[in-house]
């Protein structure tokens, strides 16, 4: 009887451990509320909930963020909307990537960029945060500039002293009506950061 259950016993497969290599944080940056949904500060948030929607998935409320996971030509993409606000954005993007033992390389971060025109993209590989509050925290948290992000251009038309109110402020009419193609674009950009790589991402897709 005792080796009959030794023989079942022995059949038990251990469990198979996800190569870590394969796994890829997507931190969208941007504030938590209704009052922030439509806000250009929060296109890091919009660019994820475009992807979800188009992955069939939905967002569920973690520690510190909400998290949505799907997995795409072999590879698993964890979506991170961090629930810390902005500026403590990188206390949530360092619990995240340690949680799920995911190599900083595996790292990419969508936020806003005054610097750049609307919708243009750049995909970078380090940098300065530029005056960017959640960019800076998350620097601070990871101790390190160099860390893939994913810059979508909001423009700087405002006046003097209105800059706060402009990243805060909602999408103008024409700006709503450009944004599908270019959330589309966001989403393409993601798939090709965890499949073909970060060099080739940016060789396809920057300044398109």
């Known amino acids: ?17 996800e190569d870590p290599m394969k796994k890829f944080l997507i931190a969208g940056l941007g504030n938590i509320g209704p009052k922030y949904h439509h806000t250009r500060h929060n296109i890091g948030f919009k660019v994820l909930d475009h992807l979800a929607e188009k992955e069939n998935i939905s967002f569920t409320p973690e520690k510190l963020g909400d998290i949505a996971t799907f ?10 909307k961090p629930s810390t606000f902005m500026n403590l954005s990188g206390k949530a993007v360092n619990y995240w990537l340690t949680k799920e033992k995911i190599p900083l390389e595996n790292l990419l971060v969508v936020t806003d960029d005054l610097n750049l025109g609307f919708g243009t993209i750049r995909v970078k590989t380090k940098g300065s945060d530029g005056g960017h509050n959640g960019l800076k925290d998350i620097q601070a948290h990871l101790n390190t500039t160099t860390y893939n992000r994913f810059r979508f251009g909001i423009s700087d038309e405002f006046t ?18 450009q944004l599908p193609e270019r959330l589309e674009k966001s989403a393409e950009i993601i798939k090709s950061f965890g499949t073909a790589g970060i060099t080739n991402t940016m060789n396809t897709f920057n300044g398109k």
């Open 1 to 17: 009887m005792l080796a009959f259950f030794g023989r079942i016993l022995s059949k038990k497969e251990p469990q198979e451990q």
């Open 160 to 177: 003097k002293g209105r800059q706060v109110d402009y990243v805060l402020g909602e999408w103008s009419e024409e700006e709503e009506k």
């Open 71 to 80: 997995k795409f030509k072999g590879r698993t993409f964890i979506l991170l």
